[in-house]
């Protein structure tokens, strides 16, 4: 493909005709071409560019798919006026040196070895898993100030203006903050007077789990979609006893479960339905914010979420009785200097409300760049043999607290494990969610069950690898982390031989 462009009238420009200058250049255009065209500096006589030249700036380009494209580059002669500009569907902005802190984008110095192979890494610096995304000081100065004139560290305006704003947003009646999402689910089973055994998926953070055994009950484990991650609903019937008073379900990485089967399922069977939603701020179910669908939806305000309290969390409801439970037990249980049940300390402190309140206004804007961010993974990385993707609905919005994939290790040439030590040579972080799996875990081994009945869980444990995600994440990192892979991939058996 020949691609061309004229930015405003001015010329990006061939190196053999005009002064170099390094500046980086993003381009989006529709349709199976770009729009405009590169042309010489004589711009009374434009001529495409060459395929040959397009090489020698070494650009990346993708594929096009869904009618986008995209190319990612260095371009020679752009004139500084034209940067940082936004016209249509066109981008172009950014310097080299403004970039250079986190990748080494040269490409003609970094070579096709990858890494572990005694390659440069991608990146020069580390890319972390996730980069939070929190107000700027100066928007919380003022607030901060007059908590700490005040007094009022606790039970203040914030605390309310939180909970307000989360009710809203989640659509539903009552949203009760408290000190963690752990510490909610520990309320939650206690409000709703859960007893004996609960059905939960062992393919989670083991606080869906430690949470009921501060309860009291006991975790009968149930298999998950192999493809969505989250807990099946025809497992979770088989592990139901006659004991069972709830089943606990799980928005794995954000992507919202199967609500409808198992609000069914808890109907027929007489059971309570709860989601540990410590992923589910920004999730949408049908179209609808996940919250006001069972008898409990509890959340994680805590640095890796996309709604960040510093610690915190929040139990949605829409049930009166136990809202009003879950706010008198977060006060040890406490009414008139009374205990009415044996509650917790879990207050939120007013500066992570005020936190948590302005990081809610911030939510939107990030979940749909993590939409964007995951379509360039899949772009880039659906082709490689043994690599797939968490499957979502296409009716269903996932808020991608995490971008998982799966490595079949006989299909990709490499296990999950080995692949994340080439990673980690180029210095990209990544992490083993969920390894071991609940069920293996030293505390819950004696909850475990047959092997065979959990067989998707334990093979997830095995191949599932979050790769970084964050809200403001930049084109060139996503597309850095994807060159990664596929030239680890280019050299599979040199790396399995140096990876053993």
């Known amino acids: 493909m020949v691609a061309a462009l004229q930015f405003r009238g001015v010329a990006i420009t061939q190196p053999a005709r005009c002064e170099i200058a390094t500046t980086f250049v993003r381009i989006f255009a529709t349709g199976q071409h770009f729009e405009g065209q590169f042309s010489p500096c004589d711009r009374k006589n434009?001529?495409?560019?060459?395929?040959?030249?397009?090489?020698?700036?070494?650009?990346?380009?993708?594929?096009?798919?869904?009618?986008?494209?995209?190319?990612?580059?260095?371009?020679?002669?752009?004139?500084?006026?034209?940067?940082?500009?936004?016209?249509?569907?066109l981008f172009i902005g950014g310097t080299r040196t403004e970039r250079a802190t986190l990748m080494n984008n040269d490409f003609s110095t970094i070579g096709s070895d990858p890494a572990v192979l005694g390659?440069?890494?991608?990146?020069?610096?580390?890319?972390?898993?996730?980069?939070?995304?929190?107000?700027?000081f100066d928007a919380l100065a003022d607030d901060m100030a007059e908590i700490v004139g005040s007094g009022m560290v606790t039970k203040g305006k914030h605390l309310r203006a939180l909970e307000q704003a989360a009710a809203e947003h989640l659509q539903v009646r009552h949203a009760v903050a408290v000190s963690s999402c752990t510490s909610g689910l520990m309320l939650t089973y206690q409000a709703l007077g859960l007893t004996g055994d609960v059905v939960v998926p062992s393919f989670t953070f083991m606080a869906t789990v430690s949470s009921m055994i501060w309860a009291g009950l006991r975790p009968v484990f149930a298999d998950v979609d192999y493809g969505t991650t989250n807990l099946d609903p025809r497992r979770?019937?088989?592990?139901?006893t006659p004991n069972t008073s709830a089943i606990v379900a799980v928005h794995n990485f954000g992507n919202p479960a199967d609500i409808a089967a198992l609000k069914d399922l808890a109907e027929r069977r007489g059971l309570k339905l709860i989601f540990d939603a410590a992923h589910g701020f920004g999730c949408r179910y049908e179209g609808t914010p996940v919250g006001g669908q069972a008898d409990a939806h509890v959340y994680s305000l805590?640095?890796?979420?996309?709604?960040?309290?510093?610690?915190?969390?929040?139990?949605?409801?829409?049930?009166?009785?136990?809202?009003?439970?879950?706010?008198?037990?977060?006060?040890?249980?406490?009414?008139?200097?009374?205990?009415?049940?044996?509650?917790?300390?879990?207050?939120?402190?007013?500066?992570?409300?005020?936190?948590?309140?302005?990081?809610?206004?911030?939510?939107?804007?990030?979940?749909?760049?993590?939409?964007?961010?995951?379509?360039?993974?899949?772009?880039?990385?659906?082709?490689?043999?043994?690599?797939?993707?968490?499957?979502?609905?296409?009716v269903d919005r996932c808020s991608y607290k995490d971008f998982s994939i799966t490595v079949v290790e006989s299909a990709f040439g490499l296990s999950r494990d080995q692949l994340r030590a080439a990673m980690e040579a180029e210095n990209i972080d990544t992490r083993r969610y969920y390894t071991p799996p609940v069920h293996r875990q030293q505390a819950y081994r004696e909850f475990a069950p047959a092997e065979e009945s959990l067989s998707n869980t334990n093979v997830l444990s095995q191949r599932c690898l979050s790769l970084p995600i964050w809200s403001r994440m930049d084109?060139?990192?996503?597309?850095?982390?994807?060159?990664?892979?596929?030239?680890?991939?280019?050299?599979?058996?040199?790396?399995?031989?140096a990876i053993r």
């Open 475 to 497: 084109d060139e990192v996503v597309l850095g982390i994807c060159q990664a892979v596929r030239r680890i991939h280019g050299s599979i058996g040199k790396v399995a031989a």
């Open 119 to 136: 390659g440069t890494p991608v990146f020069a610096e580390k890319v972390p898993i996730v980069r939070p995304v929190l107000p700027k």
């Open 236 to 240: 979770a019937e088989d592990a139901i």
């Open 302 to 394: 805590s640095p890796t979420k996309l709604v960040i309290a510093a610690e915190g969390g929040i139990v949605a409801t829409n049930d009166d009785a136990l809202a009003e439970h879950i706010r008198i037990g977060r006060e040890y249980g406490m009414s008139d200097y009374d205990s009415r049940f044996a509650g917790l300390n879990s207050r939120m402190s007013e500066f992570s409300a005020l936190l948590g309140c302005r990081s809610l206004a911030l939510l939107e804007p990030g979940i749909l760049r993590r939409q964007e961010v995951s379509e360039i993974f899949r772009r880039e990385l659906g082709d490689l043999p043994g690599i797939d993707f968490q499957a979502v609905r296409p």
């Open 46 to 89: 434009p001529q495409p560019m060459s395929d040959l030249w397009l090489r020698a700036l070494r650009l990346q380009m993708s594929g096009c798919r869904d009618n986008r494209c995209a190319v990612i580059g260095w371009i020679a002669a752009l004139p500084p006026a034209t940067r940082k500009r936004k016209t249509g569907k």
